[in-house]
């Protein structure tokens, strides 16, 4: 099943203890036995965090498609809240690219000299105006 579903034994071990999948039967060899749903589940789950989902809200999903409500609103909602956070950590990247840029452009090609390194001492720091826009 693991491999069917292209997560790992313990994933689906951990996913049971969560309550994201239903715990398998035993074979009388002490095989592990699933329902066809539950591949279903997973390829779920996984594709479920490849879109960003913390475990927590696949769960959350799971339970409102179990009780019969359907869940895409709230997939929605938390999708494009996820894509705000994306977005910030974006420009948030972008400013420290133009931090990095600017402190090798400003660095002296000598390493030695006073004082621990240069580089960072002579670094430009954002001020707590900047940090809050």
Known sequence: MARRAGVSPDAIRYYERLGLVEPACRSSGG???????????????RKGQALGLTL??????LELSDTGTAPCRQVRETLAQ?????DRRLGDLRALRRTLVSA????????????????????KTRTTNEEEA
Request: with cysteine.
């Open 31 to 45: 095989y592990r036995l699933f329902s066809p749903a539950v591949h279903e589940r997973l390829t779920f789950i």
């Open 82 to 86: 996820r894509l705000e956070e994306v």
């Open 104 to 123: 090798l452009r400003r660095a002296e090609p000598r390493e030695d000299g006073p004082g621990i390194c240069g580089i960072i001492e002579n670094a």
């Open 56 to 61: 927590e809200e696949v769960r959350e999903v």
